[in-house]
């Protein structure tokens, strides 16, 4: 990984115990690096964290996740260095550029019994992100002892993280989240890790595309990362910060769904009835659960390829679909699958 030479990424992590109550733990900040971030670049960032101890933590490695977007594949495109400061007014040693692990993914955090990556986002979310973002966790080789009743001095920390951007204009949440690797999400209510996690909007441009993770779309799904195989949601909106769609007011909207196998088949549903209904969750607001072989009568050995949607009213006579944002012309909703566990 040459580019790891010329930039590096650092983030500022908080060493601290999942045992601290919320008001002893502080993230400070996000700073990016000083002009535009272009596409396949190398960059570095900043985020600042600290602590003053008010409980113990006993020999632990620090654990930190990072959220970018999964096309981005943070994890092998990363390298995380930890640096401590005042760690010695706790009896130990501070580390310098030390190393950081990628924690395996099949590894699982106790807690939630997930591995790492799927742990943070069960408790932290996507920070905001509308597509398809991924947390991947690393931690620290060395293990913290913390105790309020050795000091109650405050302890910083800066993790360096050397990574590249990806090949396409994005805007995006950057975020960044923490916990100790043997404690994990243990302790406290679930909103006390929020506490733990910042975000930034960071924006990629010198490439092609037009991706923004930071606005709500009128077409997405719930997860964000599909899998043909699954159920999910689809989830459409008629307006979107003041800009309507014609289906906008209308009391009933169906979905229609088109489909291509592997084998080169092709399968529409253009049905209006209670099997396409979405259900209106508020004004502008519809949503639907879907699993994309019953719709289509497929048998479980199908494997659908590609997936796509657009939305009418009762009779049909409006349809709504994606627009491309160069063009301006008229497409169907592309509902695109992760390339993460894919289940056929």
Known sequence: MNFFKNHKLSIAAFIGAMGLVAACMYMDEIIFPDGDIKVNDEIEVTVKFHCVPETDLANTPLVLGILTPRSWDFGNNAKLYLTTSNYTSQGGTDVVNEEMELIPAGVTEFKTGMPWGDAFQSKLGALGNTGSVQWVAFKSKTAFTINDKTSTE?????????????????????????????????????????????????????????????????????????????????????SVSGSDLPLKGEEKIYFNLYATTKDGKTYSCEKRDNSTLMTRTDEVSYSRYIYPKQVFGLPQSAEITSLEAVFTNADGSIVCKDIDPVSGAQKNFVISQSDNKIKK
């Not at 209510?189 to 990629?204: A, Q």
């Open 154 to 238: 405050q302890i910083d920390a800066t993790v360096k993280i050397v990574m590249k951007t990806g090949p396409k204009n994005i805007k995006f949440f950057f975020g960044a989240g923490w916990c100790s690797y043997n404690r994990g999400f243990d302790d406290g209510d679930d909103s006390r890790y929020k506490l733990n996690s910042l975000s930034k909007i960071m924006t990629v441009t010198g490439g092609s595309g037009n991706d923004d993770y930071t606005v709500f779309h009128y077409f997405s799904t719930t997860p964000n990362d599909v899998r043909y195989g699954d159920v999910f949601s689809l989830n459409f909106l008629t």
